[in-house]
């Protein structure tokens, strides 16, 4: 930025970063609480209505890959998983014989090998873009309180 900012400037576009981690105490609280800040301020910086555009678009945009990776996850599971949706695997194909209630779970039929997969694969992409989100999140921060304009690189601009 050509002008400088000050020192209240550059608290308000990093506070307005740093209050995205409220989410670990307040429900959405990663867009509520930056969205605050960034409409009561916005009018009285560019500094601060980019930071506040930044923040907003990256939550969102996280917000849409977790989304994303969840729906993709259904079909792996489905698809590891074939006979789970059978009844008679866990023994409920004869409840209409009320006098024949039999339950049999047969450890080897479960195969567990098989469940760890797709979970270790769907609970890795999320761990990544809870990382992702973490690292950016302190590094916009930081930079912010500098008095730099921070991008986030895998923010898709919801907000222009």
């Known amino acids: 930025?050509?002008?400088?900012?000050?020192?209240?400037?550059?608290?308000?576009g990093a506070a307005i970063h740093?209050?995205?981690?409220?989410?670990?105490?307040?429900?959405?609280?990663?867009?509520?609480?930056p969205l605050v800040l960034w409409t009561a301020n916005k009018n009285d910086s560019e500094f601060i209505y980019h930071n506040g555009k930044q923040a907003l678009n990256f939550q969102i945009s996280m917000f849409l890959y977790s989304i994303v990776l969840g729906i993709i996850s259904v079909p792996i599971f489905i698809g590891f998983?074939?006979?789970?949706?059978?009844l008679d695997f866990f023994g409920f194909g004869h409840m209409n014989s009320y006098n024949n209630l039999d339950f049999n779970f047969d450890s080897d039929s479960l195969n567990f090998g098989s469940w760890l997969l797709p979970f270790g694969i769907a609970g890795m992409m999320q761990g990544g873009l809870f990382i992702v989100n973490i690292v950016y999140t302190i590094l916009a921060t930081l930079r912010t309180n500098e008095g730099q304009l921070f991008q986030y690189p895998i923010s898709i601009k919801f907000i222009k």
């Open 18 to 33: 740093a209050s995205t981690f409220s989410k670990f105490f307040v429900p959405f609280g990663n867009f509520i609480i």
């Open 1 to 12: 930025m050509e002008t400088t900012l000050t020192k209240h400037e550059r608290n308000l």
């Open 81 to 86: 998983f074939p006979d789970i949706f059978d």
